[in-house]
Every structure is written in C-alpha cells, then in structure tokens.
T-cell receptor, first 111, second 114 residues
Framework: GDSVTQMEGPVTLSEEAFLTINCTYT??????LFWYVQYPGEGLQLLLKATKADDKGSNKGFEATYRKETTSFHLEKGSVQVSDSAVYFC??????????FGKGTSLLVTP | DAGVIQSPRHEVTEMGQEVTLRCKPI?????LFWYRQTMMRGLELLIY????????DSGMPEDRFSAKMPNASFSTLKIQPSEPRDSAVYFC????????????FGQGTRLTVV
C-alpha cells in the first residue's frame, strides 16, 4: 500500500540556519504530495502542496519539489526562525480522498 | 469561514465511560475525516464520510468506536466503553469533492481516559 517515510526528529537548528526535512513515498500512479505543519496545541495546517512531477510547492519561505524519479518531496527553507518551531508532516493522496501521513518531524529553532 | 470546529477541546473521563467527540466541517465540503494522533502511531485515519455516508471505516480500531454523520454540518465519534489506551488527540478534517486534494483540520480534541 501507499506509505510516507520522514526523517526522524527532533531536528534542532539555530536561527537563520538552513532547513531540510527529508520525505520519501511509496505509491502507485500519480499521487499528490503535501506538507502540513502543526504548532503546539493546534491542528494541522497545510503548508504547501504539489500535484504532479517536477511541481514545486512554496509558502512562507518553505519549498518542496515533487521528484518522481527519486520518489521524494523534501522540505527546505533557507533561513529558519524561532517561530518555525513545530512538527512537520509529509502526506500523500493517491486516487482517493484521504491523506496518508508520515510520522512527523519535530523542529526546534533556538535563538 | 470559521474552519472545522471540534468540541470539546479537552476531555478527561474515567475508564468505562462513554465519550462523544463532535465536529462541524467547513460548509460546502463533501468529505469528512476522523484521525487519531498518538506518539507511538502518529496520525491514523479512523473513518471518512462522503455526503454523510461512511465510505471507509477500516481504520476504526474496535467495535467500541462508532461514528455518525446525521447531516452535512455535524459528525460525532463515540467511544463506548472508553479505555486508557484510547487516550490520544482526535482530529476531524473536511475536504472538497476533488480527489487528491488537501484536507482542512480542526484543532483537535485531546482525550485522556484515566
């Protein structure tokens, strides 16, 4: 079946550091890919998405490119802020309506 | 739009008691999802509805769990009887009728069964 694998956390970075959170997927066909963010005590919010190969999703300085050849959708940000501290989830939707989530990666950004 | 609204935000109950979680989806959304989040298992899809009809309940862990959607603006997830291992954050989400699109999440209900 379909699945999403994310890098284990927690990830701790200093402010203004470069961020990469790895995400790879297993799916048949042509899934859509998503990154969600969860701030403490809150629900999940859509951060960005890509619906076909080579698409780049971007939002709030975050970017991810849908790479079908490597089945990856890595999340990047050039300069993180303390306010980016949260849990980040990679997810896919494939020929259906329910999202399949990775386990999440916790990010802590220190001043 | 107020987004997906869940109630209560927090629930503490004793083992054996019935628990009912509530959800109001975004108006106009045809799909409603219930997820459970735990540290051990991450986010698990429990059940989802299309136009108030349950489509896939294969994620419901046991018969103690049941979900209903009596109309387009309201859904419940019931646990009877509750057990300590049911302690988790339960999320409701809703989505449009387009396949492979995002879902919009509520703030969740943190359930603690003691």
């Amino acid at each position: 079946g379909d699945s999403v694998t994310q890098m284990e956390g927690p990830v701790t970075l200093s402010e203004e550091a470069f961020l990469t959170i790895n995400c790879t997927y297993t799916a048949t066909g042509y899934p859509s890919l998503f990154w969600y963010v969860q701030y403490p005590g809150e629900g999940l919010q859509l951060l960005l998405k890509a619906t076909k190969a080579d698409d780049k999703g971007s939002n709030k300085g975050f970017e991810a490119t849908y790479r079908k050849e490597t089945t990856s959708f890595h999340l990047e940000k050039g300069s993180v802020q303390v306010s980016d501290s949260a849990v980040y989830f990679c997810a896919l939707a494939n020929s259906g309506y329910a999202l399949n989530f990775g386990k999440g990666t916790s990010l802590l950004v220190t001043p | 739009d107020a987004g997906v609204i869940q109630s209560p935000r927090h629930e503490v109950t004793e083992m054996g008691q019935e628990v009912t979680l509530r959800c109001k989806p975004i108006s106009g959304h045809d799909y409603l999802f219930w997820y459970r989040q735990t540290m051990m298992r991450g986010l698990e899809l429990l059940i989802y509805f299309n136009n108030n009809v349950p489509i896939d309940d294969s994620g419901m862990p046991e018969d103690r769990f049941s979900a209903k959607m009596p109309n387009a603006s309201f859904s419940t997830l019931k646990i009877q009887p509750s057990e300590p291992r049911d302690s988790a954050v339960y999320f409701c989400a809703s989505g449009t009728g387009q396949p492979n699109t995002e879902a919009f999440f509520g703030q969740g209900t943190r359930l603690t069964v003691v």
